[in-house]
């Protein structure tokens, strides 16, 4: 399935890159670098495919740390070598554009290096062999059955970063370069909080199934305070060095200009996503994914889509980047909504252990 999916998006976007860059308003140059860029992230995400199915093979069977492992491994080895190739630092060639998707997908690479790994080495539930590799359609159909629901969350994502990309083109050119520096940056914090989150989700569900209330409460308890903690920190480092952080991409002092109060505005909103990322692994672990797709839907299409589309209206684009507050504001009242939806029918009834 993952062969499959990759050749699919692999064609699909080779056809559509060129169209999908160019709705957005932007200048040749970008169309240029856009296309540069996603031509060699697209051929080569195929690591991407396949490390999703060996994490997802070590958090189905518990080992959900090396599931972490991995896929910090790739974020860190992404976030270092980025301004390596990209301006040929040490004996490092200078690559431009091309060295910002290789690092990429040799990021990718790292990560599915790593979790096919830990899965030969230390995952003894399963066994990997050749022959056993035979497609199952009444599996497949059940394992779409259950993934629509985070491919549609997906693609919510995608279509929320294309129309922020059509607001911020209004502006300049540099406002996008921003937001995309800003993604390359988050992912050294957000990683590790989605790696905790999806290793809490086996954990709620088998005390679920125990009806071990006790246990459950203190796995969402601890979780809530590690994501906490984790956004912290990194709310810290993005309020204290954003000058820093945009120097590893050299950035030019237009760059600075916006980059330097869009990082420091949208880490505001670091703890209302710790809130909300952990919540929506919650509702995966209770076997109610529909309510992280309503909350993902309510975040980013409902308040942070018009938020920073009616803050662009004020002339200043440093206004845009609020909409990443109001969007958390918004999304952890829905969550907190759907949290005390499941206390009452699902954590409530069950025994005090």
């Given at each position: 399935?993952?062969a499959?999916?990759?050749?699919?998006?692999?064609?699909?976007?080779?056809?559509?890159?060129?169209?999908?860059?160019?709705?957005?308003?932007?200048?040749?140059?970008?169309?240029a670098?856009?296309?540069?860029y996603?031509?060699?992230?697209?051929?080569?995400?195929?690591?991407?495919?396949?490390?999703?199915?060996?994490?997802?093979?070590?958090?189905?069977?518990?080992?959900?740390?090396?599931?972490?492992?991995?896929?910090?491994?790739?974020?860190?080895?992404?976030?270092?070598?980025?301004?390596?190739l990209?301006?040929?630092i040490?004996?490092?060639p200078?690559?431009g554009?091309?060295?910002?998707?290789?690092?990429t997908?040799?990021?990718?690479?790292?990560?599915?290096?790593?979790?096919?790994?830990?899965?030969?080495?230390?995952?003894?539930?399963?066994?990997?062999?050749?022959?056993?590799?035979?497609?199952?359609?009444?599996?497949?159909?059940?394992?779409?059955?259950v993934?629509?629901?985070?491919?549609?969350?997906?693609?919510?994502?995608?279509?929320?970063?294309?129309?922020?990309?059509?607001i911020?083109?209004?502006?300049?050119?540099?406002?996008?370069?921003?937001?995309?520096?800003?993604?390359?940056?988050?992912s050294?914090?957000?990683?590790?909080?989605?790696?905790?989150?999806?290793?809490?989700?086996?954990?709620?569900?088998?005390?679920?199934?125990?009806?071990?209330?006790?246990?459950?409460?203190?796995?969402?308890?601890?979780?809530?305070?590690?994501?906490?903690?984790?956004?912290?920190?990194?709310?810290?480092?993005?309020?204290l060095?954003?000058?820093?952080?945009?120097?590893?991409?050299?950035?030019?002092?237009?760059?600075?200009?916006?980059?330097?109060?869009?990082?420091?505005?949208?880490?505001?909103?670091?703890?209302?996503?710790?809130?909300?990322?952990t919540?929506?692994?919650?509702?995966?672990?209770?076997?109610?994914?529909?309510?992280?797709?309503?909350?993902?839907?309510?975040?980013?299409?409902?308040?942070?889509?018009?938020?920073a589309?009616?803050?662009?209206?004020?002339g200043?684009?440093?206004?845009?980047?609020?909409?990443?507050l109001?969007a958390?504001?918004?999304?952890?009242?829905?969550?907190?909504?759907?949290?005390?939806?499941?206390?009452?029918?699902?954590?409530a009834?069950?025994?005090?252990?």
């Amino acid at each position: 399935m993952a062969a499959c999916n990759f050749i699919v998006f692999f064609i699909a976007g080779l056809i559509l890159v060129r169209p999908y860059l160019a709705s957005q308003g932007v200048e040749a140059n970008i169309i240029a670098y856009g296309e540069e860029y996603l031509n060699i992230v697209l051929s080569m995400s195929f690591a991407l495919f396949f490390g999703i199915t060996f994490d997802r093979l070590l958090q189905s069977t518990g080992l959900t740390l090396y599931t972490m492992y991995s896929q910090l491994s790739g974020a860190v080895f992404n976030v270092i070598f980025d301004p390596l190739l990209i301006f040929g630092i040490g004996p490092f060639p200078k690559m431009g554009i091309r060295g910002a998707a290789l690092a990429t997908v040799l990021g990718q690479i790292i990560g599915l290096c790593v979790s096919v790994f830990c899965n030969l080495t230390k995952n003894r539930e399963i066994q990997f062999k050749l022959k056993n590799i035979v497609p199952e359609p009444r599996i497949i159909a059940e394992i779409y059955k259950v993934g629509v629901p985070s491919i549609l969350l997906s693609s919510i994502t995608s279509v929320t970063t294309y129309f922020l990309n059509i607001i911020l083109s209004a502006f300049s050119s540099t406002a996008i370069a921003v937001y995309g520096v800003y993604f390359k940056l988050n992912s050294f914090i957000f990683m590790p909080v989605f790696g905790l989150n999806n290793g809490m989700v086996p954990i709620i569900a088998y005390n679920y199934g125990a009806q071990n209330r006790k246990r459950i409460t203190a796995t969402i308890r601890n979780g809530l305070l590690l994501a906490i903690g984790i956004m912290l920190f990194g709310m810290a480092l993005f309020e204290l060095f954003p000058a820093q952080l945009l120097g590893l991409f050299d950035a030019s002092p237009a760059m600075l200009a916006i980059g330097v109060p869009a990082i420091r505005i949208i880490a505001c909103s670091f703890i209302g996503a710790a809130l909300g990322i952990t919540f929506s692994s919650v509702f995966q672990a209770f076997g109610s994914a529909v309510y992280s797709m309503i909350a993902t839907f309510v975040r980013q299409i409902v308040a942070l889509l018009p938020a920073a589309y009616l803050l662009s209206l004020t002339g200043d684009v440093n206004a845009i980047w609020w909409s990443y507050l109001i969007a958390e504001v918004v999304s952890i009242i829905a969550c907190l909504f759907f949290m005390h939806r499941i206390y009452k029918k699902k954590i409530a009834p069950m025994p005090m252990n």
